[in-house]
């Protein structure tokens, strides 16, 4: 009896067995089959090449139907799911959903073609009916059906056409070009052939040399803001290309994308297609079968692209790899830069990790020597990094009050940019008019109803605040009176993006202004359309949250304004102090990178912590010093594994307890696996969406034991399964 192994797009599900009905021919791995799952039918891959052992359970299922005579997802791309699902603890179903193309994207588009027997004199034609013949005549591949309607031809007279035997109509697939939507925009243009800095050409070359050996191995761009990266990986995957091999991009979520994408685009025309969540997913559609039919080479994409179905690929690049949107926070639970180095290594492709900032993992597998290291410690064309300077917001409290947004120093600067007509970017990552409203009175807080967070106060764009919260969109016009106490005096504490905005059209109203962060980049395009006028000199000062500091290029920007530095360090999470260097390091990279000198004003309540003090001298192996012995005194990644679990409860005491009873058995082997077991405690955001969470961790140098441990543990209590989150190598940790 024929038997196939299948993974199901089911949450948790094992692989499973069916039964292939004679008649049947065996599928290809990777190829698509329609399958029974309880009472639906599921599109599921195919797993095995050959026969699987027989499963103990005696009913098999057969096989529906077989959807592709070929594999579908290439083998490799099906082995790094599986390792994935390995790796991250989930089920394979789950980690293949992430390398499948958006479903039901196919767009057709109706047209009609002469038929082969074409006109014949004798039969008499209608006037319109002429008209159409003759159009049609002069387009050997037919006329879309709308076209023609546009120029009178009624779809009535086509029919008619038809039934004489006149003409055919068809369905054609279209693909949808996203750089041709205006969705993705050139924000760059890239001069051809312009001559390397010395730096550069020593990167180029080094890379070039390993890119030769044509094997599996990892290279760390550390390069500073400035020094000229996208022009290494440019000549770079260059090469890889003329070798005939595939290149593969991965750029983090939302405002970056565009801009490299078009660089890639302007050097490599038709030869890129591009993966990304800002493409509809038509678009995604389109381009993923591109890639998979093997018209490109380039793929440049976000994090799932690290599943593209590239073949023979010879060259992986992470951009701003430091970037924590590689990671996904939820089912599958995937790093997309440690999937990239896993992808690579499979297929023997060489990787390029690239930052100003590297994440202390990959600068700790450099050091140790896992990871070649090649830097680029200047600027092109000897520009200067910004000058940074420190404003202790204390001191400006002491003098001029509780309420200041912008330090002296700040508004002097910004008069000044404004007054040169040079441009400014003004960070704040915190969103909305006031971060908290509370009660004089009774000193209750608006809450959320749902998490145990306070509702933030936005502007509805009508001249009325709503509070509304940031994890489960709640929102509620904010009271006149406190809806505790009845109190009066309601008041707003904190302050994030849209007061800073509103701050400056106030103080300077002919500035020109715009604002970057998630409540103004809903619709579509947005993003885009905000950075080409930045880009084109039609704004004056850009505000916005950490978007505003990703990778853009903007040369008319010669200062850069930060507004509470700290915001990041509060934080209940070992990475608030790598969060912040970066952010700082890499917002004051954004000034200073034309003709004119950069200048970075910094305000903070702490300029004496580490990470500000490096960010600010932008001394990353400073940092990079002191963040790692703090590690490794505290036992935290990079120097030990971690994984987190959440608990999820309808009360927080459920969750709790059920949490410990997890700690308890995963404690009994603790010892033999060598980790030690953290908790459980309420997680930070104890409540989030109406569900309770408790948290726990695992710390030790073994991973797999650890996945191990708490697979089996989580199988003892099948019940738990659903309410569990397992994350391997977490990146947030609240
Ligand atoms: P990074 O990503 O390292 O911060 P970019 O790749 O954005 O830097 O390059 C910074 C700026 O320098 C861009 O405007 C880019 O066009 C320009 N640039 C890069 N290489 C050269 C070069 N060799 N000569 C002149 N300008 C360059
Ligand atoms: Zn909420």
């Not at 195919?46 to 005696?58: C, I, N, T």
């Not at 083998?75 to 394979?92: F, K, Q, R, S, T």
């Not at 068809?170 to 800095?197: C, I, K, M, Y």
Request: glycine share 8%; proline share 6%; with cysteine.
């Amino acid at each position: 009896m024929a038997l196939v192994s299948v993974a199901v797009p089911v949450p948790f599900l094992d692989l499973l067995t069916y039964h292939l009905p004679d008649g049947l021919p065996r599928p290809a791995r990777g190829a698509r089959v329609l399958v029974p799952v309880g009472a639906r039918r599921v599109t599921g891959i195919v797993m095995d090449d050959g026969e699987p052992a027989r499963p103990a359970s005696a009913a098999l299922k057969d096989v529906i139907e077989i959807l592709d005579a070929q594999a579908f997802l290439p083998p490799a791309v099906v082995d790094l799911a599986l390792w994935v699902a390995e790796y991250y603890a989930c089920g394979p179903g789950d980690a293949l959903s992430a390398a499948m193309p958006p479903s039901n994207t196919e767009k057709t588009v109706q047209r009609v073609v002469l038929s082969a027997q074409g006109h014949d004199p004798g039969v008499k034609l209608a006037k319109r009916q002429a008209e159409a013949v003759e159009m049609l005549r002069g387009a050997p591949d037919g006329l879309p059906v709308s076209t023609l309607a546009e120029r009178g031809i009624s779809t009535d007279v086509l029919k008619r056409l038809a039934l004489k035997g006149m003409l055919v109509f068809q369905r054609s697939r279209v693909e949808r070009d996203p750089f041709s939507s205006g969705v993705v925009q050139a924000t760059v243009v890239r001069p051809s052939n312009r001559e390397l800095t010395e730096e550069q050409a020593g990167a180029v070359t080094a890379l070039q040399e390993t890119a030769a050996r044509g094997t599996f191995s990892v290279t760390l761009l550390h390069g500073v803001t400035g020094s000229g990266k996208t022009e290494v990986y440019l000549r770079v995957a260059d090469t890889v290309r003329r070798a005939g091999k595939s290149v593969l991009v991965l750029v983090p979520e939302i405002a970056l994308t565009p801009a490299l994408a078009s660089v890639f685009r302007e050097a490599f025309g038709n030869d890129v297609a591009v993966q990304h969540s800002g493409l509809s997913a038509g678009e995604r559609g389109d381009q993923w079968e591109r890639i998979r039919r093997g018209d490109v080479s380039i793929v440049v994409g976000t994090r799932s692209a690290v599943f593209a179905p590239l073949s023979n690929l010879g060259l992986i690049i992470v951009d701003e790899e430091h970037d924590t949107s590689f990671k996904q926070e939820e089912t599958p639970r995937y790093h997309g830069r440690d999937v990239a180095v896993m992808r690579g290594k499979q297929e023997g492709a060489m990787v390029v990790l690239g930052s100003a900032t590297p994440s202390l993992e990959s600068a700790q597998n450099a050091t140790a020597g896992r990871y070649a290291l090649v830097s680029m410690k200047r600027r092109v064309q000897d520009r200067p990094l910004p000058a940074v300077s420190v404003v202790d917001m204390r001191l400006e409290y002491a003098a001029v009050g509780p309420d200041v947004i912008f330090s002296q120093r700040l508004t002097q600067a910004l008069a000044g940019r404004l007054q040169a007509g040079q441009q400014s970017l003004v960070l704040l990552n915190r969103r909305g008019l006031a971060t908290a409203v509370f009660c004089r009175q009774c000193g209750s807080t608006l809450d959320c109803p749902n998490c145990s967070v306070s509702l933030i106060v936005h502007s509805d764009g009508k001249d009325r605040h709503r509070a509304r919260c940031h994890y489960c969109n709640y929102s509620a016009l904010v009271p006149k009176a406190c809806p505790s106490c009845a109190g009066p005096y309601l008041e707003r504490r904190g302050f994030g993006t849209e007061r800073v905005e509103a701050e400056i059209r106030r103080l300077w109203p002919r500035a020109r202004v715009a604002r970057i962060d998630r409540d103004s980049i809903r619709r579509r395009g947005a993003v885009a359309q905000v950075l080409r006028s930045m880009a084109a000199g039609d704004l004056d000062v850009l505000v916005g949250t950490q978007m505003i500091a990703k990778g853009h290029d903007f040369p008319r920007v010669t200062l850069v304004g930060v507004i509470s530095a700290d915001v990041g360090l509060g934080v209940a999470d070992f990475r608030a102090a790598e969060r912040t260097f970066q952010l700082l390091t890499q917002v004051a990279g954004r000034a200073g990178r034309g003709v004119d000198k950069g200048e970075a004003v910094i305000q903070t309540l702490f300029p004496d912590h580490y990470s500000i003090r490096h960010a600010c001298s932008q001394d990353y192996d400073a940092f990079f010093a002191d963040e790692i012995a703090y590690r490794r005194a505290m036992r935290y990644p990079p120097l030990t594994a971690l994984v987190n679990l959440v608990v999820r409860g309808p009360d927080g005491r459920r969750a709790l307890s059920d949490a410990a009873t997890l700690a308890r058995q995963l404690s009994r082997t603790a010892e033999a696996g060598r980790y030690a077991v953290l908790g459980p405690a309420p997680a930070p955001l104890a409540k989030l969406r109406g569900e309770y969470r408790a948290q726990l961790f695992l710390k030790g140098a073994n991973r797999t034991a650890m996945r191990e441990a708490v697979q089996a543990a989580v199988e003892q209590h099948p019940d738990l399964r659903r309410r569990v989150a397992i994350d391997i190598d977490p990146v947030s940790i609240l």
